[in-house]
């Protein structure tokens, strides 16, 4: 066995979260050097939250004030959901790029960078939260929940976001190329984002696709968000919503690791 895998064999759990931790700040200077990267979270929710209620808002709800209150949600929801389609991109090419292969050789647990790259990228869906409410609120978005509520309800996009984001790390590590993970994710986020409720009425749809939007996981985070902001209630859909990022993580987080440490 060699010295790098024995001292990886050897990670406590204690030096493995510090690792892990590393790896975040990494990932955040990334940042920083690169602000570019924060694009997907800062332009985008603006100009979908511009376009959106003013294109829309008076054809769903007579005007962009009464449209605000639907569309901020489904605004966040897409953007944070989509921001996680990068950490499954960035794995990627990091692998490609032989960074994962000099991770190798250091005495540090093999899931750290994995771990550390989901971490960082929570950064990111914060980001979007606070950039889309405050969007939303300079267009004269003010939900009626107070504020406790609303940092509730950001928290719990950032949450599902991040259990989302396990998916396409998983997609990240199987896949042959970032290119393919960007194809397949969005292939699968399309579909999720526009068959709900985030920008129009399940009502309004054909009958054949409101059972789809219904059943939608998505559909479930949007409405939690929307009670938690507009009224200020924590209803049945908040605890879907949690209930399915659990289960995302438990089914994913399993898979993304063991391809991971097999590859790395």
Not at 46 to 52: A, I, K, V
Not at 157 to 186: K, L
Not at 192 to 212: D, E, G, R
């Amino acid at each position: 066995m060699s010295l790098s895998m024995t001292l990886h064999h050897r990670t406590s759990l204690r030096q493995t979260v510090q690792q892990s931790f590393t790896m975040a700040y990494r990932g955040l200077l990334k940042f920083r050097r690169n602000p570019e990267q924060l694009f997907d979270v800062t332009l985008q929710p603006t100009l979908f939250t511009l376009m959106f209620t003013y294109i829309f808002g008076g054809a769903i709800s007579g005007d962009a004030e009464h449209y605000l209150p639907i569309i901020i949600p489904g605004v966040l929801m897409q953007t944070v959901i989509t921001a996680s389609v990068a950490t499954g991109v960035q794995l990627r090419e990091d692998m490609d790029k032989g960074v994962f292969d000099r991770f190798r050789t250091l005495p540090i647990a093999r899931i750290a960078p994995l771990a550390g790259a989901l971490m960082a990228d929570t950064v990111r869906y914060t980001i979007a939260t606070l950039v889309t409410f405050v969007v939303g609120y300079a267009m004269g978005y003010r939900p009626q929940g107070g504020l406790g509520d609303v940092a509730l309800a950001g928290l719990l996009v950032i949450v599902c976001a991040f259990a989302i984001s396990w998916i396409f790390a998983f997609f990240g590590v199987i896949a042959r190329t970032a290119t393919s993970v960007q194809g397949i994710s969005m292939l699968i986020l399309f579909p999720l984002t526009f068959l709900s409720n985030a920008f129009v009425p399940v009502n309004t749809m054909p009958k054949w696709l409101q059972w789809f939007a219904n059943a939608n996981p998505l559909s479930h985070l949007i409405s939690a968000v929307r009670e938690l902001t507009n009224s200020g209630q924590i209803g049945d859909e908040f605890a879907i919503s949690l209930f399915a990022a659990a289960v995302i993580i438990l089914l994913f987080a399993p898979l993304a690791v063991r391809m991971y440490m097999r590859k790395a």
